[in-house]
């Protein structure tokens, strides 16, 4: 991005470069032209030493000059307009005081002065044209009151360098002007985009050390978590042991138990089966500390998978008075998925499906083959949930933080986002609406056959 110059900044920071070149033109004068008396006493020997006094004089006056300018903060142009003047005035008179044979030297030692200036000065161009009439008016003026040679031979004496100079000087201000100004803004620039850069570094600066403490929180998070993981997993651990052994010795007495105590029974076997392997995948996901979980890919029935997670919730939909339709294909329909967790999926799903559910309501669950794919449908035509609610519910592990301790996690807990979360990890798809024909619930995976 580039910085943006105001006006104001930019024309005081002319003022300050034009001072700057202002004060390197009025020293140089300082030390140089008092020995310019060297040519004087060389070419003007019987009056050198009143010009040493008149160029000693000058250049007094323009420190002066120069130091009430800088005080009162004038426009630096009149100083050098004056300087300038001064310096024309001492010169141009001795260009018509010297006899002829050295007039070149003298209109040379002019017409250096005045490409030094205009080499040197930063002003408008139009300033150097004005000094430069000023110079040649003031030759003219000295020429009329003391020259004693014809005009012909002052301009073959060196006026003609004189004149030739003068003016091509006078192009160079134009072209160091917009120079010079063109400087003055990149510099300008540069310096706001390196104070941009300093402010987006701080800014880097701030937000890298909220980082590492979010991370240093999060860290601590983590190791609590993992804390939490080994506690739970190993009281879990113990409590599904208790319930084998438990239910292992009721199967010892198989032959009091009637037909559905023995299916009662299987079933607790079967439940307490899939919670060793849900926890034992969970703990390995810890201890490797990866965030993907490793199935265990296998080829089975998918709709007699789901018959069985429709059979556990039935008891489950009765306590609540709701009726369970069975709508699954009796016909085998093979995928390759990990068994234990699409039964989760199917699990997570149907238990939600009654829990959300009013009572005296029909929940219809469907299978079908579609497009080469295994279909698990959950039809309730009842009240609508809610779109928006339900959105929640299925993003749950996304906004845990959020929502934590709010109501509805309080009464879902993560079963649907886990859900969606197994679903798409085996490459199945979950979709799920809510709306005036009530809630609906679909599961998609690649069939076999």
């Known amino acids: 991005m580039i910085a943006q110059i105001n006006k104001d ?19 140089s004068i300082v030390f140089i032209y008092p020995l310019f008396s060297i040519i004087d006493l060389i070419y003007a020997s019987g009056i050198w030493i009143q010009f040493a006094v008149a160029r000693v004089i000058t250049v007094l006056l323009i420190l002066t000059l120069n130091a009430y300018f800088q005080k009162k903060k004038t426009d630096h142009r009149v100083l050098l307009h004056i300087s300038f003047f001064l310096l024309s005035a001492v010169t141009a008179l001795l260009c018509n005081l010297v006899d002829i044979e050295n007039l070149t030297a003298y209109y040379l030692t002019y017409s250096i002065i005045i490409l030094f200036f205009n080499l040197q000065v930063f002003w408008e161009p139009f300033n ?30 060196g006026g003609q360098y004189f004149f030739i100079i003068a003016l091509i000087s006078c192009l160079i201000p134009a072209a160091r002007y917009k ?15 390196n104070e941009q850069l300093k ?55 198989e ?15 079967d439940s307490t089966e899939k919670m060793q392997y849900l926890l034992k995948t969970l703990m390995d996901v810890k201890e490797i500390e990866s965030p993907e979980i490793k199935f265990n890919m296998e080829t089975f029935d998918a709709n007699k998978l789901a018959q069985q997670v429709y059979k556990g919730l039935i008891d489950t939909a009765l306590m609540k008075n709701v009726h369970l339709v069975d709508n699954i294909q009796k016909l085998p329909l093979n995928v390759r998925l990990d068994r234990v967790f699409t039964g989760q999926v199917f699990q997570n799903l149907l238990s939600n499906a009654v829990k ?23 039809i309730d035509e009842g009240i609508a949930i809610g779109q928006q609610e339900l959105d929640i519910m299925f993003n749950r592990l996304k906004t845990l933080n959020d929502a934590s301790g709010s109501a509805a996690e309080s009464r879902l807990g993560l079963g649907l986002s886990i859900a969606k979360l197994m679903t798409l ?25």
Not at 9 to 27: G, M
Not at 128 to 155: D, G, K
Not at 259 to 267: H, L, N, R, V
């Open 255 to 269: 032959y009091r138990l009637s037909a559905d105590q023995k299916e009662f029974s299987q079933y607790i076997a």
């Open 179 to 193: 120079v010079i100004q063109r400087e003055v803004m990149q510099q300008l620039q540069i310096e706001h985009s």
């Open 356 to 378: 959300l559910s009013q009572t005296n309501n029909n929940i219809r669950v469907v299978t079908s083959l579609q497009r080469q794919k295994f279909v698990f449908e959950i």
């Open 9 to 27: 900044e930019y024309n005081k920071e002319l003022r300050k470069k034009a001072w700057f070149q202002t004060n390197n033109i009025i020293w």
């Open 199 to 253: 402010a987006q570094n701080r800014d880097i600066v701030e937000k890298n050390t909220i980082i590492d403490l979010q991370y240093e929180k999060l860290r601590k998070l983590d190791e609590q978590k993992n804390s939490f993981i080994n506690i739970a997993g190993h009281d879990l651990k113990n409590l599904i042991g208790s319930i084998v052994m438990s239910n292992n010795m009721i199967q010892e007495e």
């Open 128 to 157: 150097s044209v004005v000094q430069s009439l000023i110079a040649i008016v003031l030759l003219a003026i000295f020429f009329n009151s003391f020259s004693q040679y014809e005009l012909s031979l002052v301009i073959e004496h």
């Open 425 to 449: 990890e085996m490459g199945g798809e979950l979709t799920y609406r809510s709306d005036d024909k009530g809630n609906y619930f679909k599961v998609e995976f690649y069939a076999t056959n």
